[in-house]
């Protein structure tokens, strides 16, 4: 059993008081190499900001459970190297059972998701409660989900949206005992979030859902998955050094930044981040065919990384100089 708090980690209980309190909203941003935690490190560590480290059961195995929990030590120490200790959570991203929840948490995860949407109400909850009463002996916080999302991200597929039934949250947070709340208002896992012809609009998210879920359950916090907004001119890159990607769109920003105004206290974002990079390992590989050095080709990814998340930090999500 290794405890988080000996990697230098938080769970995310005090920083959401702060964040709702403070109308703004955690950066949680996943990782599955190198370049891309020290992209998020020292984009938050330039901004002031808290982070939510967040690790996919598929990224778990990518990179190595024991790798994995040293590199989180080592963000924290890459952090305070930087000049600035800001709180970082290591947070299991849709974790769809008990055992995986409890390796995470004996591994030094300071905060995980339970993912039960697929399952019955019922069942969801049982899940639900099993992983709370297990995490909370360790003072780790866990995320429960109500409603469906749609799209595909690592393991997580969905055809459909199931919106979040807000007459069941308030039975379902006093039932489970979870920290906090994952809910579907509108948001979806992917590049491809929304089927719009060019020049339609977007569908906003739907805030009356999130208003009646936060008057049922008034000061608890809420979550936001499938968050990433698609930035076309990052699409536009990728597409004008050979790739390929066609009819993608996300939720635009100043949606998220209203939602992150209320008790929104976390807000996922990961496609954008792999879009980025992309976008950059493309760019040097058409613009330099004979380079075969990867770090001639991650490091600019790195730093197009870094940029595109302080964008999301001091625009989007508010939580610039929170830390």
Do not use: W
Request: aromatic residues 8%.
């Amino acid at each position: 059993m290794k405890s988080y708090k000996e990697l230098g980690l938080v769970n995310s209980r005090e920083i959401f008081k702060k964040a709702m309190a403070g109308k703004y909203a955690i950066p949680a941003f996943n990782f599955n190499n190198l370049e891309q935690l020290q992209a998020i490190i020292m984009a938050c560590v330039e901004t002031k900001s808290p982070v939510i480290l967040q690790v996919s059961s598929g990224a778990r195995k990518y990179a190595n459970a024991n790798l994995l929990k040293n590199m989180a030590k080592g963000a924290v120490e890459f952090a305070h190297e930087l000049g600035y200790d800001i709180p970082i959570v290591l947070h299991l991203d849709h974790g769809d059972s008990f055992e995986l929840c409890q390796s995470c948490i004996e591994s030094g995860f300071s905060s995980v998701m339970i993912d039960g949407s697929h399952l019955s109400y019922e069942e969801n909850i049982a899940l639900t409660k099993k992983v709370v009463d297990y995490a909370h002996q360790f003072d780790v916080t866990v995320e429960g989900e109500l409603g469906v999302l749609a799209g595909i991200e690592d393991e997580v597929s969905a055809e459909h949206h199931t919106y979040t039934r807000p007459e069941e949250v308030e039975d379902f947070v006093k039932r489970t005992g979870v920290d906090s709340l994952a809910i579907s208002i509108g948001t979806s896992h992917g590049a491809f979030k929304f089927k719009v012809k060019p020049g339609e609009a977007i569908p906003p998210l739907r805030f009356d859902i999130l208003e009646e879920v936060q008057k049922r359950i008034p000061g608890f916090p809420i979550v936001l998955h499938g968050a990433s907004s698609v930035p076309q001119d990052i699409v536009n890159e990728i597409n004008q050094y050979g790739g390929k990607i066609e009819n993608s769109a996300g939720v635009p920003e100043d949606q998220l930044r209203k939602a992150a105004e209320s008790a929104v206290c976390k807000i996922n974002i990961d496609s954008d981040g792999r879009l980025a990079m992309t976008a950059a390992v493309r760019k040097v590989l058409a613009e330099n065919p004979s380079e075969f050095d990867p770090r001639k080709y991650l490091g600019p990814a790195r730093e197009k990384l870094k940029e595109l998340y302080k964008h999301k930090i001091v625009n989007v999500l508010g939580s610039a100089n929170k830390a």
